[in-house]
């Protein structure tokens, strides 16, 4: 299964700066996802981070591999993100990094599924540009339905 900009957006509740998920390019539901995310210079963190020499922010590559885990979770759940529930991190273990990103990357973005028990998730995920492996960790993220508000 493949997914353009759309049906991520319909399956994910982020929105721009912060949606890093571009396209899935691979994803087997309850297993793992492979996801692409174009790192261009026109993103807002770049204009501090660093202006002489442009670098993504590490926790933004964790950050793009939890959306791509997310969309795997709501896959496999068979729920996509609505204004009732919302995936949320719960933990990040390991996280390595190994290289700098830039403008002008692409990063692919994996996440395979660990386990899963009482709406945690598990996963293992790495982040590569042109195959070499740029970050890694282990995410726990959690499904949670939103209380209503009375407004």
């Known amino acids: 299964m493949k997914m353009d900009?759309?049906?991520i957006m319909r399956h994910l509740p982020h929105r721009y700066?912060?949606?890093?998920?571009?396209r899935v390019l691979?994803?087997?539901k309850s297993k793992?996802?492979?996801a692409l995310k174009n790192v261009s210079i026109n993103e807002p963190v770049f204009m501090g981070h660093f202006p002489h020499?442009?670098?993504?922010?590490?926790?933004?590559?964790?950050?793009?591999?939890a959306q791509a885990a997310a969309i795997l979770a709501f896959v496999s759940l068979e729920?996509?993100?609505s204004k009732d529930a919302i995936y949320l991190f719960a933990g990040i273990d390991g996280a390595r990094f190994k290289r700098p990103?830039?403008?002008g990357d692409q990063l692919h973005l994996e996440a395979e599924l660990?386990?899963?028990?009482?709406?945690?998730g598990k996963f293992s995920g790495k982040a590569t540009v042109d195959g070499q492996l740029v970050a890694e960790a282990e995410l726990l993220c959690a499904y949670r339905q939103i209380p209503a508000k009375d407004c």
């Open 32 to 34: 793992r996802i492979l």
């Open 26 to 28: 691979e994803i087997e």
């Open 53 to 65: 020499y442009p670098v993504m922010p590490g926790v933004l590559i964790v950050e793009a591999m």
């Open 17 to 22: 700066p912060i949606i890093l998920v571009d």
């Open 5 to 7: 900009i759309h049906e």
């Open 101 to 103: 990103v830039g403008p």
């Open 79 to 81: 729920k996509p993100a």
């Open 114 to 120: 660990m386990r899963e028990k009482n709406g945690i």
